[in-house]
């Protein structure tokens, strides 16, 4: 009894991990666990030797728990349903659609350029939808087929879609980096500041490996052929319509900077692209031809989202709004732009009403069990069990990082990322807080990592979701009518290999160059370098010693008194009366006290 009393943490950790193997619910798995443990507990008190505080009036604190600031009263998690709809109302207006059709058009004479295609546009609807789900199967949906009728490898086009849409889960507005954010005890805005760098950088290396594929394997990647190029040429007038648009942009900021200052920038960039914006717009209806079809495309298409992105995360960076108002803006721009498309009905709102309504559900519950399940861990100071196993480990920060990620990678293969912030992220956390590393940091570290949750076969939720929507059967395609073989559920899981290395390759750099993260902090101050200025005070002399060669100041100017004679009480004007020398002690005689 006294050994199970003064190890009840790892073995109520252990019994948390069965009870997720045997595929009970993980929201009840931690509240079944955390009661269980409580029960437990209480009895085996007297035999733990101190290494047990539970009570029996300890659970009037699970109301507070779950009405105060850690659940239902969380300002910080009201972001997560905001960003959810408004990922959902963008995936019902089309928008990724018409990206996929525009960006692979654009992309298309060059081999690869469908698979660019689908990382850029991940990383767009990443940045506005900030939802997995819907990025995967709306590229699924529309990219996958027109991969497959113009001969892509069916393992590398299904790992690409999936890899793309993933993106979504480091690329602010990331649902994970609010849940990281709110466990941590860390700012949102810094959360998405520090997480930017990372997401492009990784969409730099997907589009490297596809580079590379193109270079060493191009029949794996063939270019678009001249017949489905249905936009034609038309590269130059687009080249022309960006120096047009950057010209605009300078001489508005030139003329703004001096009544706006630093928001000249911003200012003078949004005059430039909605003027392009307006031009697109007449050239088109207007038939002047003045651009191409091509640039009139990418521009009227490519604007909106970009618009969306910087509503959503300009807004935020600017700290002009918070993250929960920023995702109210957001979903007011999704209905707008679904509205401008003609794609706004009740039954899209009702669909995107009913989806939020099922994830916050899921994310609500998640968190009362954890609170629950923490509220008895940290009774049995699992807590300090925890930070003594990690902060052990060999080689200090660097060792504690790697060994922890190793951890949460492994982990990846049987939780979803919401079930790793939730259980894992608050038993991390004060380790790393007590080792030093800035939690900012260790946050996106963890976000780059759970990243991994998505693409790990079997279990990958984006693979699962390009399962759902890849051809199952051999199929007529519409436009060459030829048949087409189907995607293997094989096919699917060696196509997401390549893009889990370099996921992992991603978490080296994020730990190798932290500065890519640090950035949110804002350039370092050298306190050495900081310059005190005294003014000076009309009709005062100035202290400080006299000129070095003692020749009074040019131009008739008065000399710099020496420095002032603080044996006597200070002077306000008036001549104080002379006063006579004291007389000299005698120091021959001993001294009198009488």
């Not at 779950?66 to 300002?75: I, P, T």
């Not at 200070?570 to 006290?593: E, W, Y």
């Amino acid at each position: 009894m006294e050994f199970i009393a003064q190890n009840m943490a790892p073995i109520m950790f252990a019994s948390l991990i069965l009870f997720m193997l045997i595929g009970y619910p993980v929201a009840f798995s931690l509240a079944a666990n955390g009661l269980m443990f409580f029960f437990i507990g209480v009895l085996l008190t007297p035999y733990s030797g101190g290494a047990i505080n539970l009570d029996w009036p300890l659970l009037y604190a699970l109301p507070d728990n779950f009405y105060g600031s850690r659940v239902m009263s969380n300002d910080t998690l009201l972001a997560i349903p905001f960003f959810t709809f408004m990922g959902i109302v963008l995936e019902r207006s089309g928008m990724a659609e018409d990206l996929l059709d525009t960006i692979g058009q654009l992309f298309g004479p060059i081999r690869g350029g469908l698979a660019y295609a689908v990382i850029f546009v991940g990383a767009l609807l990443a940045a506005t939808t900030g939802v997995v789900a819907a990025s995967v199967i709306a590229m699924g949906l529309i990219s996958l087929p027109i991969m497959l009728r113009y001969g892509y490898d069916r393992s590398l086009a299904s790992g690409v879609i999936a890899a793309s849409g993933t993106l979504a889960q480091i690329i602010p507005p990331s649902l994970v980096l609010i849940v990281l954010a709110d466990q941590l005890g860390r700012s949102v805005g810094d959360m998405y500041a520090g997480a930017l760098v990372p997401g492009l950088v990784l969409t730099g290396l997907y589009a490297s490996y596809i580079l590379l594929v193109s270079i060493f394997r191009p029949k794996l990647v063939p270019a678009l052929p001249l017949e489905a190029r249905t936009l034609g040429h038309g590269v130059t007038s687009l080249l022309v319509a960006l120096v047009a648009t950057a010209a605009i942009s300078y001489a508005a900021y030139r003329y703004l900077a001096p009544a706006h200052g630093d928001d000249a920038d911003i200012l003078g960039a949004c005059i430039g692209v909605v003027l392009i914006y307006i031009a697109a717009i007449a050239d088109r209806r207007l038939n002047i031809n003045m651009m191409s079809r091509l640039a009139q495309q990418v521009v009227i298409v490519l604007i909106p989202p970009l618009a969306l992105i910087f509503l959503v995360l300009g807004t935020i960076f600017l700290g002009i709004a918070t993250p929960t108002e920023g995702g109210a803006m957001g979903a007011v721009g999704a209905l707008a732009m679904a509205a401008a498309k003609g794609r706004l009905s009740l039954d899209v709102i009702k669909q995107a009403l009913t989806s939020t309504t099922r994830l916050s559900s899921f994310v609500l519950f998640i968190l009362i069990g954890a609170r629950v399940f923490s509220l008895t861990f940290y009774g049995v100071n699992g807590q300090i069990w925890v930070e003594h196993l990690l902060t052990s480990l060999p080689g200090g920060e660097v060792g504690f990082l790697i060994g922890v990620n190793i951890l949460v990678f492994f982990l990846a293969f049987f939780l979803d990322f919401f079930e790793l912030a939730f259980i894992i992220v608050p038993l991390l956390a004060p380790a790393a807080d007590k080792l030093g590393i800035d939690l900012v940091w260790f946050g996106v570290l963890l976000g780059v990592n759970m990243q991994t949750s998505f693409m790990h076969p079997p279990f990958g939720f984006a693979l699962f979701y390009l399962r759902s929507v890849a051809a199952r059967v051999p199929y007529l395609d519409r436009i060459t009518g030829k048949q087409v073989a189907p995607v293997t559920t094989g096919q699917i899981y060696w196509g997401a290999v390549p893009f889990v290395l370099i996921q992992v390759i991603m978490i080296g750099l994020t730990i190798a160059f932290p500065q890519m993260v640090m950035r949110y902090k804002g350039a370092v101050v050298d306190p050495g370098n900081i310059d005190y200025t005294v003014p000076g005070v009309p009709g005062m002399s100035p202290l400080g010693p006299p000129p070095a060669d003692g020749k009074a100041p040019a131009n008739g100017a008065a000399a710099p008194a020496g420095p002032p004679d603080l044996s006597q009480p200070p002077s306000f004007g008036d001549t104080p009366p002379a006063q006579p020398a004291a007389p000299q002690p005698d120091l021959s005689q001993p001294p009198s006290f009488n």
